[in-house]
């Protein structure tokens, strides 16, 4: 077992490169890439204004994604040189995921909606796709009346899900915004989605200490997975979809069989 030392505040988010020589890590200490083998640290990314909240190797390797206070950054995973800041959010963006090409990237944030005559007004949920290379915003979709806490594109990168505290996961067309599903069957605050390797199903975390599968095409729910006695954060599909790993509050990893869900 490798432990990471060099870390003084919490860590809200690990990736590893493709090649698996390198882990990133995003939290507290701000973004910070790892040799995966002996846990050197190669690099200190200190561009966020506060914490980063997540962090996402490109699917070449070359480059890193965060995002946090001060927006979504995009570095060069080599030398940490700074690359891009997208600045279309206008707080803290939360999540972050490169499109399997590598072309394009999904961030996630919140914004502030006041109607005529509302003092303090509520949160509402933004997805934003951009241009990876050009750090051009092509899309933007609002349809959760919540902050969003996850997204991810479908392997062929035609759909985009994401998962809100408002409790629902919805799927959009990744091109025009169009939304095709709105799954709806956690009973609190959905924390992650992820997309099957097969691009078949959709796994979704929550609150409520459960894990469910989806039918990515029509919306059906397919499993819920029952073990966990806390709120599970986050999920993913072994890469031949039999299986499925979550995390919890409750301070364990559990690994499921996912056969049932075919």
Not at 54 to 75: E, I, T
Request: proline share 2%; hydrophobic share 35%.
């Amino acid at each position: 077992m490798l432990t990471l030392q060099a870390l003084t505040r919490e860590v809200t988010s690990v990736c590893f490169s493709p090649d698996g020589k390198r882990l990133a890590s995003a939290g507290g200490d701000g973004v910070k890439v790892w040799d995966a083998a002996n846990g050197q640290n190669l690099l200190s990314l200190q561009g966020h204004t506060d914490q980063a909240s997540r962090v996402c190797f490109s699917p070449d390797g070359k480059r890193l994604a965060s995002a946090g206070w001060g927006g979504l950054k995009v570095w060069d995973a080599t030398n940490g040189q700074e690359t891009f800041t997208f600045r279309g959010h206008t707080s803290l963006v939360r999540c972050v995921c490169f499109s399997l090409d590598g072309n394009r990237l999904a961030s996630a944030s919140w914004y502030l909606v006041k109607m005529p005559g509302e003092a303090s007004g509520k949160m509402s949920g933004e997805v934003k796709v951009w241009d990876a290379a050009r750090g051009q915003e092509l899309l933007t979709v609002r349809g959760h009346t919540h902050e969003v806490t996850s997204v991810c594109f479908s392997p062929d990168g035609k759909r985009l899900a994401s998962s809100s505290f408002d409790r629902t996961i919805k799927v959009w067309d990744a091109a025009s915004g169009q939304e095709l599903l709105s799954l709806q069957g956690h009973s609190h605050g959905v924390t992650s989605v992820c997309f099957s390797p097969d691009g078949m199903r959709l796994a979704s975390t929550c609150w409520d200490s459960v894990v469910k599968v989806w039918d990515a095409t029509t919306g059906q729910e397919l499993l819920t997975l029952k073990g966990h006695t806390s709120g599970v954060m986050s999920v993913c599909f072994s890469p031949d979809c039999k299986r499925l790993a979550s995390a919890s509050d409750d301070r364990t990893v559990k690994v499921w069989d996912s056969a049932d869900a075919r």
